[in-house]
Structures are given as structure tokens and as C-alpha cells.
């Protein structure tokens, strides 16, 4: 099929979504119906890489948080321990600086 030029724009701008949606679409090797043949002759096909370990491991026994990586000296201090989940929280201005408005 041959197609001019404003033909060929027109049909390829119908697969353009609008701002502010998402295609989520598989296809392909990732096809949920040829995933169990496709994934394991690809992993067939990739050579075998061998993991090399790394060259210092830190002892957790021996670990402490307060003792400096540079000078090894206990100089380290907490200043503030954040939650686990989500952004720190924002500290609310006190009554005595808060403006009023009238």
C-alpha cells in the first residue's frame, strides 16, 4: 500500500493519545500468550554471566552509625530521623509568628 505524505501523518496521529492518558498495551516477546515460549528461548540465547562478589562486605555486628567513614571516629550525630513513608512533614509555624490580618 502506498500512501501520500498527509495520508500517512493522519493515520499515524490516530495512535497519538491525549494529554494526560496512558496506553499500557503488550506485545510481542511481552504478550502474556507467547511469554511462555518467548522469555525462555531468549534466556536460552544470552550468555552466561558470572556475578563477581563484592569486594568488601559489612560486617552488621561491627557497624556503628555514629563513627565517621573518613576519620573513624565517633563525631557523626542525628540530627533528624525521618519516617520510613513519605516525605518528611513540614513543620507549622508557631502562634507567636503566625500574621494576622484584619
Given at each position: 500500500?502506498?500512501?501520500?505524505?498527509?495520508?500517512?501523518?493522519?493515520?499515524?496521529?490516530?495512535?497519538?493519545?491525549?494529554?494526560?492518558?496512558?496506553?499500557?498495551?503488550?506485545y510481542g516477546i511481552l504478550s502474556s500468550t507467547s511469554k511462555p515460549v518467548s522469555i525462555p528461548a531468549i534466556c536460552n540465547q544470552l550468555p552466561i554471566i558470572e556475578v563477581k562478589q563484592a569486594k568488601e562486605v559489612r560486617n552488621q555486628d561491627t557497624y556503628n552509625p555514629l563513627c565517621c567513614p573518613d576519620c573513624k571516629t565517633e563525631t557523626m550525630r542525628v540530627i533528624e530521623i525521618i519516617p520510613t513513608r513519605g516525605p518528611p512533614?513540614?513543620?507549622?509555624?508557631?502562634?507567636?509568628?503566625?500574621?494576622?490580618?484584619s
Open positions: 500500500m502506498s500512501l501520500t505524505g498527509l495520508e500517512f501523518i493522519r493515520r499515524f496521529s490516530l495512535h497519538i493519545l491525549p494529554k494526560g492518558f496512558v496506553r499500557i498495551r503488550h512533614q513540614i513543620k507549622q509555624p508557631s502562634e507567636k509568628y503566625v500574621l494576622h490580618v
